[in-house]
């Protein structure tokens, strides 16, 4: 590889970059939704566990609850 090759194998990751950015930015809800969804079901068939919450954290989600109900 030269300086050259670099540049142009950089350009051209610079662009894809681009493009998926563009494509991030018009995205609606709906199609974020199906994208999210998709995997939930991805995972569900390849038979991934839902991970459990450690008692830490439904510790704070717990000081959080009791925050927003003094607010």
């Known amino acids: 590889m030269n300086k050259k090759m670099v540049q142009e194998w ?26 999210f969804n998709s995997i939930i079901r991805l995972a569900a068939v390849l038979g991934l566990q839902k991970t459990r919450h450690s008692d830490e954290v439904e510790a ?11 607010s």
Do not use: I
């Not at 950089?10 to 994208?35: F, I, M």
């Not at 704070?60 to 003094?70: G, N, S, Y």
């Open 10 to 35: 950089q350009a051209g990751w610079a662009a894809v970059a681009e493009v998926e950015k563009q494509e991030h930015q018009l995205a609606t809800v709906t199609s974020r939704w199906r994208k």
């Open 60 to 70: 704070v989600r717990e000081r959080w609850k009791k925050l927003k109900e003094l």
